[in-house]
C-alpha cells in the first residue's frame, strides 16, 4: 500500500504520515488529522499538520514518534504530490496524543472540520488561525522552520 501519492479520499486515512522533500536534501514529515466529510462522504479537503521534525530519510512511524505538531492547515488532498511527496506509512494519531487543534475562522471556533460556534472576540489570542494552504504552502512552512532558520 505505502509509498503512495493520493489522489483520491478513499486512499487515505487519518494518521497517515507523508514526507515533504527540503531544498537542503532533507525531509521534513506531514501528518494528516481529518479528512472533511459531507453528508457522510470523504472529500479531498484534508487537515494537515506539520510535525516538528526534519531527517536525511523519509519519515518513520518511529522518527515522528511524540514529535509535535508546528503548523495546521486546510488543503487539497493533491497538495501532497504537488510537493513531491508521498504517504510512506500509517501511525494512529493517539499513540502520539495527536487531535486537530482548535482554531478560529470567521469569527467562529473551529475544532478539526467541526464549527464549535461563534467566538468572542476577545478570545481570538487563544487559538490560530485557520488556514487553508494552495498547493505549495506545506512545502514552503517547512522550509521556513527546517531550511531558513
Not at 478513499?10 to 532533507?26: A, C, H, V
Not at 470523504?42 to 518511529?62: F, M, N
Not at 478560529?104 to 467541526?114: D, S, V, Y
Amino acid at each position: 500500500m505505502y509509498p503512495i501519492t493520493p489522489k483520491k479520499p478513499s486512499e487515505i486515512r487519518e494518521g497517515d504520515f507523508y514526507y515533504i522533500p527540503l531544498s537542503n536534501g532533507w525531509f521534513a514529515c506531514g501528518r494528516l488529522l481529518e479528512i472533511e466529510k459531507k453528508s457522510g462522504r470523504k472529500t479531498k479537503s484534508i487537515l494537515v499538520g506539520l510535525h516538528d521534525w526534519t531527517g536525511r530519510a523519509k519519515p518513520t512511524a518511529e522518527d515522528i514518534h511524540n514529535c509535535p505538531i508546528i503548523e495546521q492547515g486546510v488543503m487539497n488532498i493533491n497538495s501532497i504530490g504537488h510537493v513531491g511527496g508521498e504517504v510512506v506509512g500509517f501511525k494512529p494519531l493517539a499513540d502520539d496524543g495527536l487531535r486537530p487543534l482548535p482554531q478560529f475562522e470567521a469569527g467562529n471556533l473551529i475544532l478539526g472540520f467541526k464549527n464549535l460556534g461563534p467566538l468572542p472576540k476577545e478570545e481570538y489570542e487563544k487559538y490560530s488561525r485557520r488556514l487553508t494552504y494552495g498547493l505549495k504552502v506545506i512545502l514552503l512552512l517547512a522550509e521556513k522552520h527546517f531550511v531558513e532558520n
